[in-house]
């Protein structure tokens, strides 16, 4: 029997994609390595720096930081999971460790990408492995490669922990929601369904952002499951009840109450739900750059494929569309309504990053929806000859490739330095990583943020200092650096971590 292209793709493209992903991780990792402490990285390391230079003892500092968290739950913040795990911040073992954040931060959320969409694929649309893999691999790389801000996201442990990590977390927990829903053997589905409970638990009491996404995500699907009457209602529901009871327990918090007075009065429900709309499409339409654009299109005849053989219905795509909108844009209604607009990059970046859940999700429904009203139309056959017709996908998948190459080299920008020369930004991140590393800024910044951190630490406790100022900045790694005023909150940081009076930049 002729084998189609397309199988011909999945056993040969796939290990194309694979190598090709492998290899654009490489400069992802090495960049990790000139990765530094920054900002809040040390005004959470203080206490338990302090623990692990008295004792060398990782347990003690493990204690230290639980009953940090205690005390912040009552005097700053109720985000009890993310408050612990800030406080272990590599760098409080030495800044040679510090890198360790970057290998944390790339990998869960590397692995957990690749594992929340191969397991959408295989169990939602019966997707064949290959054919899961291939799309797992497309969309983890081109969230990687268009980061909104990497270095808040990658290369900062302070914030990338407390948004991407637990956004890892929630795709870990997705995964085992879709296994304990639709897994055929019984066993499979209570192992996925207990191994979620935790998870749940510790999203919950992440970031606002996060816990409330998947409160509301988890408590749609458990009503749709009571009203479909299906059996794994109830365990989706203890789920569902564990991630909300950690998101209660952090917002009663009596620490949210002090922080609030010290950020300012609360913007409001109606206008929280103004902004948060507002953002959802903005967010959307600035994070569809032709790049993505062109992957979406290049999915677009396999995901037609894939949802034509599901037993979907799919009869209301707006209706669907509008209301996943709405999911989707809870993501920054906490946020909004406690500071205004006031969105960190660092919170930006997990709202990108679910885009690409939210469009690939509603272009699939869509595309199921176009099979079963348009059946036998031109979009279907032409979707049909490209999967099916020996050497169509081959030649389609070549060419978008190439449109795809293209539009990333579009979106680069061309400025001349202040020194003279040629200044590159808005690369994919792979890119921007390797430039960083061949041109050897970022050996440079590493170079002289551990010459700093020898000379902070060789002072008497209480010394007034003033350090050189960086001569690179790797625009994927440095997040922020200090100023010329001592008392900004970034040289007050620094300088409480290594017990110092004050530290200045100088001019």
């Known amino acids: 029997m002729k084998r189609t292209l397309c199988e011909k793709m999945k056993k040969q493209g796939v ?11 490489i400069p992802l990792y090495l960049l990790g390595m000139k990765a530094h402490p920054s900002v809040d990285d040390y005004y959470y390391g203080v206490e338990t720096a302090a623990v692990w230079t008295e004792t060398h003892s990782f347990g003690a500092v493990v204690k230290e930081s639980w009953r940090l968290m205690k005390d912040s739950y009552q ?22 460790a510090y890198p360790a954040a970057a290998f944390i931060l790339l990998t869960s959320f590397i692995a957990a990408m690749l594992i929340f969409v191969r397991t959408a694929a295989r169990y939602l649309l019966e997707a064949e492995r290959r054919s899961s893999l291939i799309l797992a691999l497309v969309v983890t790389f081109c969230a990687l490669q268009f980061t909104y801000r990497p270095s808040d996201s990658f290369y900062w442990f ?37 191994c979620a409970l935790p998870f749940a638990y510790l999203v919950g009491g992440g970031n606002y952002s996060t816990a409330l996404y ?4 988890l408590g749609c699907l458990c009503i749709w499951l009571f009203i479909r009457k299906r059996r794994s209602a109830w365990p989706v529901l203890l789920i569902a009840l564990a ?69 979907y219905r799919f009869r209301y795509p707006l209706l669907v569309l509008l209301f996943t909108f709405g999911i989707y844009c809870s993501q920054g209604t906490a946020l909004f309504y406690a500071q ?128 050189k100022a960086l001569s690179a900045y790797p625009e994927a790694l440095v997040h922020s650096e200090i100023t010329t005023d001592p008392a900004n909150f970034k040289n007050e940081h620094l300088a409480m971590f290594y017990h110092l009076g004050r530290v200045t930049l100088e001019e």
């Open 243 to 311: 991630e909300i009871a950690a998101l209660l327990l952090s917002v009663i918090a009596p620490g949210n109450a002090i922080r609030q007075s010290v950020s300012g009065p609360s913007s409001g429900v109606v206008k929280a739900l103004i902004y948060s709309f507002a953002y959802g499409g903005y967010s959307l339409a600035n994070g569809l750059n032709v790049p993505v654009l062109l992957m979406w299109l290049g999915l677009t005849p396999g995901l037609y494929r894939l949802a034509s053989k599901t037993v």
């Open 214 to 217: 998947s409160a509301v995500l």
């Open 15 to 25: 290990l194309l994609l694979l190598l090709v992903f492998l290899i654009s991780l």
């Open 75 to 96: 005097t700053w913040q109720g985000n009890f999971a993310a408050i612990f795990l800030m406080r272990l911040q590599p760098g409080i073992f030495g800044e040679s």
């Open 158 to 194: 302070n914030g990338g922990i407390y948004y991407t990590f637990f956004f890892s977390l929630s795709l870990i927990l997705y995964s085992l929601v879709i296994i304990a829903v639709m897994a055929e053997r019984r066993g499979s589905r209570i192992a996925a369904a207990a």
């Open 340 to 467: 205004g607009l006031r969105m960190p990059y660092r919170m930006s970046n997990i709202i990108y990053f679910n885009a690409y859940l939210f469009i690939g999700f509603n272009l699939t429904y869509i595309l199921g929806w176009v099979h079963r009203r348009f059946a036998g139309g031109r979009f279907a056959a032409l979707c049909e000859s490209i999967t099916e017709k020996e050497g169509r996908y081959g030649r389609f998948a070549w060419l978008v490739a190439l449109a795809f190459a293209v539009g990333c080299i579009g979106l680069c920008r061309v400025s001349e330095k202040e020194s003279g020369g040629a200044a590159f930004s808005l690369q994919p991140l792979s890119v921007n990583a390797a430039y960083s590393l061949v041109t050897k800024e970022a050996a440079r910044y590493d170079a002289e943020m551990n010459e700093r951190a020898a000379f902070l630490a060789a002072q008497p406790e209480g010394a007034e200092v003033t350090v």
